[in-house]
């Protein structure tokens, strides 16, 4: 029979599955607190009675709920030094000092991560949002379930995208999802989210991305953009929680002099948008450098197109879109005339501009694939990954692909070239296949389909037609 401890840290099986709890006092009863469930949620749902230290074949005062009562119970003291546990007797144990340098791989077999999505009701957001609780993610050979909480103030998406993801994951996998409308600028909402749960991680899209915009009124974008994230990483260093992927853009590279981008390429901004994804990823450099603790991936998107395959989630921009395929979308759906293909005196094959469209389903992909990167490696430091497929596709091979997926004919006039576009862009795939393990699955015509779907079945967004 084993004397525990105040502070004690025990490792317990349940069906098989080990837990690791730690042995305190509440309210005057000895109590066995699960750390995965506490440290990593701060929740305390899991809160193990006994009826006394003393503890053999483990017998609950009270067994939690669908759980067997007999369990094995024994000390652990592999991990007593890297919990720094302050246990209060209280009416509400609060006070968990989690200076722990959590690493999940020394975890038991099943650990739940508290994902916080900033703007994760967007287009990137909902579809990453949906993979993550669908797909969950390994770590060597352990799958972490996950929670989200979505932080989203809703500018420039709406909460139908939620429940739509809500829809889309099922009604057990919702309960894992929460969302805030809230907004980053405020230190308040930040804070709020983040002194009554612990995250281990936070996957940062919240921010503003319209060029155009961002030329007209650039103090939004630095406020939105730049100041939004400085709160967010000021509150996560003061929770602890020190592993970021953040959303970058191959806008990061300019007019690149040469093709395919890679990311030690040198990087330069065009407009304040381009500025505010540049100084983010330098500010991100710094942080790292300084606190070395730190683990942060950059994601440098290319052009995300395509829509989850069911047709129920899908990008819907505000007003006139200003980027190819919503627009595209929107002619086919009959809510704008025509594209304006902007420069067809390109030095290209058909004269217009080359890009790199990635599927959205496959940066989702690339977003958790960046995650498990941060689990798994201590040494990632900062480090800056492309996703796209590596392929260029020129603007008039999109329309046909569009065209052939949809059965429309999209009506075209050809312009003059949209000033500060750049003739060809397009991704080197091989740091991300390399160091990530992932890889672009979908094609032109997969893009194309599943765009389709969505603008078929929501011609007006998640938006009833006015
Ligand atoms: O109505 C339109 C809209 C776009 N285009 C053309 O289509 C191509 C793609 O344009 P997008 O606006 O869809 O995308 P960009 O490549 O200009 O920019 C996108 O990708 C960049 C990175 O490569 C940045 O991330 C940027 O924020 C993001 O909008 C360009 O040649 C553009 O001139 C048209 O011909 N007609």
């Known amino acids: 029979m084993a004397k525990l401890r105040v502070g004690d840290v025990v490792k317990f099986c349940i069906k098989k599955i080990t837990y690791f709890g730690?042995?305190?006092?509440?309210?005057?009863?000895?109590?066995?607190?699960?750390?995965?469930?506490?440290?990593?949620?701060?929740?305390?749902?899991?809160?193990?009675?006994?009826?006394?230290?003393?503890?053999?074949?483990?017998?609950?005062?009270?067994?939690?709920?669908?759980?067997?009562?007999?369990?094995q119970v024994y000390m652990e003291p592999m991990f007593e030094n890297q919990y720094k546990l302050l246990a209060r007797a209280g009416n509400r144990v609060q006070e968990w000092v989690s200076s722990i340098n959590f690493d999940s791989r020394e975890m038991g077999s099943s650990v739940e991560q508290n994902i916080l999505v900033t703007g994760g009701a967007g287009f990137i957001g909902t579809h990453t949002v949906v993979q993550l609780l669908k797909e969950g993610f390994k770590v060597s050979d352990r799958t972490l379930i996950i929670s989200v909480s979505i932080i989203d103030n809703l500018d420039n998406s709406v909460i139908e995208a939620v429940d739509r993801v809500r829809e889309l994951v099922g009604p057990d996998l919702s309960k894992k999802l929460d969302f805030t409308q809230g907004d980053l600028r405020n230190k308040g909402d930040i804070e709020k989210l983040f002194s009554k749960q612990r995250f281990d991680a936070v996957i940062h899209f919240a921010g503003l991305k319209a060029v155009g915009e961002s030329v007209a009124n650039p103090r939004r974008y630095f406020d939105n953009n730049l100041v939004g994230t400085i709160h967010l990483y000021?509150?996560?260093?003061?929770?602890?929680?020190?592993?970021?992927?953040?959303s970058s853009s191959a806008t990061v590279y300019g007019q690149p002099e040469k093709i395919p981008c890679m990311e030690d390429f040198e990087l330069k901004a065009m407009?304040?948008?381009?500025?505010?994804?540049?100084?983010?990823?330098?500010?991100?450099?710094?942080?790292?450098?300084?606190e070395p603790e730190w683990r942060i991936v950059l994601l440098r998107y290319f052009n995300p197109v395509g829509a989850h395959e069911s047709g129920r989630i899908g990008e819907d921009p505000k007003g006139i879109p200003n980027n190819l395929m919503p627009y595209i979308q929107q002619v086919a759906v009959g809510r704008l005339p025509e594209l304006n293909v902007y420069g067809h005196d390109y030095p290209t094959e058909d004269g217009s501009a080359v890009r790199d469209y990635i599927h959205v389903m496959d940066l989702a992909d690339g977003h958790i694939a960046a995650l498990r990167k941060l689990f798994a490696d201590p040494k990632i430091g900062c480090t800056a990954y492309n996703l796209g497929t590596g392929r260029g596709t020129s603007v008039l091979?999109?329309?046909?692909?569009?065209?052939?997926?949809?059965?429309?004919?999209?009506?075209?006039?050809?312009?003059?070239?949209?000033?500060?576009?750049?003739?060809?862009?397009?991704?080197?795939?091989?740091?991300?296949?390399?160091?990530?393990?992932?890889?672009a699955k979908y094609g032109v015509d997969e893009m194309c389909r599943d765009q389709w779907k969505w603008a078929n079945n929501n011609p007006w967004g998640y938006q009833k037609k006015p």
């Open 234 to 246: 000021e509150t996560m260093a003061k929770y602890n929680c020190k592993m970021m992927v953040f």
């Open 397 to 439: 091979e999109m329309v046909a692909a569009f065209e052939k997926a949809s059965g429309k004919k999209i009506p075209i006039k050809l312009c003059p070239r949209r000033p500060g576009d750049a003739t060809a862009v397009y991704a080197s795939t091989e740091r991300a296949e390399k160091e990530l393990g992932w890889k």
């Open 271 to 290: 407009n304040p948008y381009g500025r505010t994804k540049l100084f983010l990823e330098e500010i991100a450099r710094d942080i790292q450098a300084a």
């Open 22 to 71: 730690i042995f305190c006092e509440l309210e005057g009863v000895t109590a066995l607190i699960h750390p995965i469930r506490s440290f990593m949620g701060c929740r305390f749902r899991h809160c193990y009675m006994f009826q006394d230290r003393s503890v053999s074949k483990g017998r609950f005062l009270s067994s939690p709920p669908g759980l067997s009562p007999t369990f």
